[in-house]
């Protein structure tokens, strides 16, 4: 009886062994999943702010919208502005439009995440409502701005290869229309808004980051003495000649003064003559975000190359 009993002892013991070693070795081959954390650490130029690492219910109040759709990041609600921008229809069909005197309204919408300009109003009260992060308006430029942005969601990887791959784009694209309207072509960005004819330089939005800083356009000598400076800069009907350049961008408010286009002042400028004038819908032309830029970039590449 013994004889036969110690085989199956040795056997089962056997089994026992081998059932043991392939638990052991699944644990140590396992990798340990690492629980991301809840917050993150974001330094703004305020100092250092815990915020959410995925927010999920951000509220905007003074732009920055189409940084945040770009980034895949849910939205509940944003500034009039951003609310009536035609290109952003349709990613914000369902948010509440919202401002920084409103708390009520903030307070409903639950928010994980305020983002807004360093002179909102109520700062103090909103941070009781939600971590909130506020960037002086042209402290960093565009592109810069978009990865601050990506910093604060947490996804600064995404912004960084967005801001790679637009600029490697728009500079094709530079290359290619300086190519065909000449290396010394200037171009005016012009915008009519209620009454005002505004001129503008490199970086006031209105497409000019693209033309004179991505694209490497050049700028007349007339609007780089009066608006590189300042941004932008006031003129009337009677003077436009002197600020036009071999092409001229128009911006257009559907509800601005466009009564200059008819008078011969207008008519005799030769980007006007040569058919050299591009217009684009003013409303939400103001914003210079990976949306906004995206849209301008397809729209001055059909404009001037015809593609």
Not at 165 to 176: H, Q, V
Not at 226 to 244: F, R, T
């Amino acid at each position: 009886m013994k004889k036969l009993l110690f085989p199956f002892i040795l056997l089962l013991v056997l089994i026992i062994s081998a059932c043991s070693n392939e638990t052991s070795g699944k644990d140590e081959s396992s990798p340990k999943k690492e629980e991301q954390p809840k917050t993150i650490t974001y330094q703004s130029e305020n100092g250092p702010v815990e915020v959410p690492s995925n927010p999920k219910r951000v509220i905007l109040l003074s732009g920055f919208t189409g940084n945040v759709i770009d980034l895949g990041v849910n939205i509940v609600g944003v500034d009039v502005w951003s609310k009536n921008n035609p290109t952003f229809k349709e990613d914000l069909k369902d948010v509440a439009e919202v401002s920084d005197e409103n708390l009520e309204k903030i307070i409903e919408l639950e928010p994980d995440l305020i983002i807004g300009l360093s002179n909102i109003k109520n700062l103090d009260k909103l941070k009781e409502i939600a971590p909130t992060v506020t960037y002086t308006w042209g402290k960093a430029d565009y592109l810069t701005q978009h990865i601050e942005i990506g910093k604060l969601l947490n996804k600064e990887k995404e912004a960084q290869a967005w801001v790679d791959d637009f600029k490697t784009r728009a500079k094709t694209a530079g290359d290619e229309i300086r190519s065909k309207i000449g290396e010394d072509a200037t171009v005016s960005v012009i915008e009519a808004y209620d009454k005002d004819l505004y001129v503008f330089g490199n970086n006031w939005a209105r497409g000019t980051e693209i033309l004179y800083q991505a694209m490497n356009l050049k700028m007349p000598e007339k609007v780089k003495e009066m608006a590189l400076k300042s941004g932008y800069y006031a003129i009337s009907a009677e003077v436009l000649p002197e600020y036009a350049g071999d092409y001229v961008v128009l911006s257009k408010y559907a509800d601005a003064d466009h009564s200059f286009q008819e008078t011969e002042t207008y008519k005799t400028i030769p980007a006007v003559k040569n058919n050299h004038v591009f217009e684009m819908n003013g409303n939400g032309a103001s914003f210079s975000d990976p949306v906004t830029l995206d849209k301008q970039l397809d729209f001055f590449k059909k404009s001037f190359l015809g593609n």
